[in-house]
């Protein structure tokens, strides 16, 4: 996480740290990305970076936890547009990073979806562990239709959302990356998946 000097700073010139970043990591691979292209880029110190950020890694689970952050807020958006549905709300979620995956634009969750296209091998974990069960509660536990969920306690809401997210998160982590194919076979297996999670695994019997 940034120190609190970085946090102090003017928002304009966060932001012109934070842009040069974006740039950056869109442009090459986390391993291949500079450091001093970044403080070249924003006109600062190398010695200001480092009362900023711990290292790199520190500047980069920062700026890609703003972006997952987008797409909580978008997620947000299309439960409201699906009247609480989460499964259809996943499934909205996963058409939008492929529609966008193949775009060349920072602007938006596009800046995410850039970063990821440059580092297909990074871990799926370094950006799913970015949301708490505690924060998806807070955030989607309210907008959600439980109207449609088999709940038995309290929380089960709370464990249905990070379930959901634990298993879509890698799959839609896929369809953000930049592929030849129209993705029509990929958003076929998810949707079958959310078919699954849906419906419940365990075969029901007449007693």
């Known amino acids: 996480m940034p120190s609190a000097t970085f946090l102090n700073l003017p928002q304009e010139k966060q932001e012109k740290l934070l842009e040069a970043a974006t740039r950056e990591f869109s442009r090459r691979s986390f391993n291949d990305a ?9 006109g600062i110190p190398r010695g200001s970076f480092y009362m900023y950020f711990a290292d790199k890694t520190d500047l980069f689970r920062y700026l890609m936890s703003g ?19 989460i499964f259809e709300a996943l499934l909205d979620l996963f058409d939008y990073v492929q529609r966008r995956r193949n775009e060349d634009h920072l602007g938006e969750t596009g800046a995410m979806l850039a970063i990821l296209g440059r580092n297909a091998g990074m871990q799926r974990s370094t950006v799913l562990e970015m949301i708490s069960p505690g924060e998806i509660m807070d955030r989607l536990g309210r907008l ?9 306690q309290e929380q089960d809401l709370r464990d249905i959302l990070a379930v959901l997210l634990a298993v879509s998160g890698p799959l839609i982590y896929n369809g953000a990356l930049p592929c030849d194919t129209d ?25």
Do not use: C, P
Request: charge should be negative.
């Open 34 to 42: 500079s450091i001093n292209q970044i403080i070249k880029d924003a």
């Open 67 to 85: 972006y997952v952050d987008q797409l909580l807020s978008l997620l947000e958006e299309l439960l409201i547009r699906e009247q609480g549905d």
């Open 144 to 152: 959600v239709n439980a109207d449609q969920l088999h709940l038995e």
């Open 183 to 207: 993705g029509t076979a990929a958003r076929a297996h998810f949707k079958n998946v959310l078919r699954i999670l849906r419906r419940g695994m365990e075969r029901q019997t007449l007693s």
